[in-house]
């Protein structure tokens, strides 16, 4: 079992100043949004009023004028479509997304990074402060399953079941720091089995649909706690992608991981499976590599430009896309990127594709629906 080793706080400061690009872009892309809560926790906090509640104690924000929220996942829940983002905030259309409404409740106001549904019924969100949350009827209501404190403690559990003492020292650091720590990404294969994944390494298992977890970093080859940003799983086949060029790959449902050697040392956010199979990565700087050989060797996709990749997809069709942060949809061609649809999104985060042919872009200015002649309106 690997080691891995939960930096404080300060420590991975001092890592960031010796190579601050891989953190330059977690705060620009995976872990923005909590600083814009931090600023409007700052304004709403006048002189003389009350403390805010903390976010995990504090129900989603009611917005009005929902569809312009900061958003960072998308998916689908039958005919549903669904968005997370800021302050907790889920988004709700039932019209292949002309409109959108707020859930009827979620329980936390911290950003969700995060969101998957395996059928039109039952899904999950990740987010800030470590939480999980659950909803068993197409995103009305979500319940919390984990947050950042219960999970590390699970992280403590599992370092002192390995015996490695520094691994026990920084694991309780974890805990002492509080849940600060976001999780970023999430799989679930059916309604029992699911994967976490986030800051500094965090990596966690259900066997039972959430109602209880395990952390199961010690399967990574990650000594350093890189951050974990992407998950992306077709049967078998486990992929993480992360910072500083960190790469993993299982092909047995998770239970094993190995790293797998990448020609880009700076960070990957999105990944997807190509209709010939061949797996493609991308992330900063426009960086987009194909392997047609599990990782044994890779193809460079070029053509895109240098703006950082934030969401990759297969379509019904199956045609691959990718999502950059100028709002560019790209095109995979071949073996290069072609510039396909150019979108007002604000910071993209996340991609779908709808039934119609129409592109769903969630970012910082909220949902851009783009048209399948390219059009696009803010909603």
């Known amino acids: 079992m690997a080691t891995t080793r939960f930096l404080s706080g300060a420590a991975r400061g001092l890592q960031t100043l010796a190579d601050p690009t891989p953190m330059l872009a977690a705060a620009m892309l995976a872990t923005g949004i909590a600083g814009g809560l931090l600023a409007a926790s700052v304004a709403l906090a006048a002189p003389g009023a009350a403390p805010l509640a903390e976010p995990l104690q504090r129900p989603a924000a009611v917005l009005r004028d929902p569809a312009r929220a900061a958003l960072a996942g998308l998916a689908r829940a039958g005919t549903r479509l669904v968005a997370v983002g800021e302050r907790g905030v889920v988004l709700l259309s039932d019209d292949g997304g002309r409109q959108w409404r707020q859930a009827a409740s979620v329980p936390v106001s911290t950003g969700l990074t995060a969101v998957q549904f395996i059928d039109g019924r039952s899904g999950w969100a990740t987010g800030h402060g470590g939480v999980v949350l659950h909803t068993d009827d197409a995103g009305e209501h979500w319940q919390l399953q984990l947050d950042g404190r219960a999970a590390a403690r699970l992280v403590l559990a599992e370092a002192k079941a390995g015996g490695d003492e520094r691994a026990i020292a920084d694991a309780e650091r974890l805990v002492s720091e509080g849940a600060d720590k976001p999780l970023l990404a999430l799989h679930f294969a059916d309604a029992r089995r699911g994967y976490v ?45 992360g910072e500083q060029g960190l790469l993993l790959h299982s092909a047995d449902g998770g239970a094993h991981f190995a790293r797998i050697a990448t020609p880009y040392a700076g960070s990957w956010f ?86 119609d042919g129409a592109w769903l872009v969630a970012g910082w200015n909220g949902i851009t629906r783009v048209a399948p002649t390219g059009t696009s309106t803010g909603r």
């Open 270 to 355: 999105a990944m997807t499976r190509d209709a010939a199979g061949a797996w493609i990565v991308a992330g900063l700087r426009g960086n987009a590599w194909r392997s047609t050989d599990a990782g044994a060797s890779w193809h460079r996709l070029d053509g895109g430009g240098a703006a950082g990749i934030t969401d990759a997809l297969r379509d019904a069709a199956g045609d691959t896309w990718l999502l950059d942060q100028a709002g560019q949809l790209l095109a995979v061609d071949g073996g290069a990127l072609r510039p396909a649809v150019a979108t007002p999104a604000q910071q993209p985060a996340a991609l779908l594709h709808l039934d």
């Open 197 to 241: 994944a986030g800051a500094f390494g965090l990596f966690l298992e259900t066997r039972d649909g959430g109602r209880s977890w395990q952390s199961v970093a010690g399967r990574l080859d990650n000594p350093k706690a890189a951050h974990l940003y992407a998950l992306h799983a077709e049967g078998e086949q486990c992929w993480i992608a």
